[in-house]
């Protein structure tokens, strides 16, 4: 079945978690990310900047189904795209959050339909995190012509910060994480095929740096 424009006019889903410091040192640990920073739970205990995507996974997993008509099968084939994560401000390692998403965005290519869907993440203290993140479903068509909702949303950032430099700012705007991928390479790595994908980032928060890989290892620092 095709993507049906309807997406665009299902209601928000929501959900409310805890985000404690378990959570997000298992996450450092998984990516892997041994940054002595992200395990101090003795000091000044720092968050991943990519840790929103493991709070957003109940939600990611949803929004495949809502109302966009497709099948199981098809809904499968949706394979990750295009990735923006606006950080509003740093990352606590204890919060409850109030996690909403919607589909803001349906569009076509040649391979297949795409959808994009919009996540804002709330604590008491304000807004904690932004995310954009676009699915292609391979083979599958539009319903209708490509269309969005207007939502405001951060323009790129003219720098990109070169690989493997931390690049710290010294304004106080917002930090656009935008997750770049180049064409995939495979290679061999200990008998196993693993897919090296680049990522560029934009930092535009102060006091925050970050560094990247051709591996998907990131590093993350406060400046001092």
């Not at 795209?81 to 919060?95: E, F, K, Q, T």
């Not at 292609?136 to 405001?152: A, H, I, K, N, T």
């Not at 008998?191 to 590093?219: V, W």
Request: charged share 20%.
């Amino acid at each position: 079945m095709p993507l049906s424009r309807h997406a665009l006019l299902a209601a928000p889903q929501a959900i409310d978690l805890t985000v404690d410091p378990r959570w997000t040192m298992a996450f450092a640990a998984g990516i892997p990310d041994d940054s002595p920073t992200l395990f101090d739970t003795a000091g000044t205990q720092v968050v991943h900047p990519l840790f929103p995507v493991a709070a957003e996974w109940q939600l990611i997993t949803a929004m495949k189904a809502s109302g966009t008509g497709l099948s199981a099968d098809e809904a499968r084939r949706g394979i990750h795209v295009g990735h923006d994560l606006v950080l509003h401000r740093a990352l606590p390692a204890s919060a409850e959050v109030h996690l909403e998403v919607r589909t803001v965005a349906l569009g076509r290519r040649r391979a297949g339909a795409t959808q994009t869907i919009e996540f804002k993440a709330t604590s008491a203290d304000g807004p904690l995190w932004s995310t954009r993140m676009t699915s292609l479903y391979l083979g599958v068509e539009l319903d209708g012509e490509p269309s969005e909702v207007e939502s405001p949303w951060p323009a790129s950032p003219s720098v990109a910060a070169p690989g493997g430099e931390a690049v710290a700012s010294t304004t106080k705007r917002p930090l656009l994480v935008r997750l770049t991928t180049t064409r995939r390479r495979n290679k061999r790595v200990d008998g196993n095929k693993h897919q090296e994908t680049k990522h560029a980032f934009y930092n535009q928060t102060d006091k925050m740096a970050i560094s990247a890989s051709q591996q998907t290892n990131l590093q993350c620092s406060i400046a001092k």
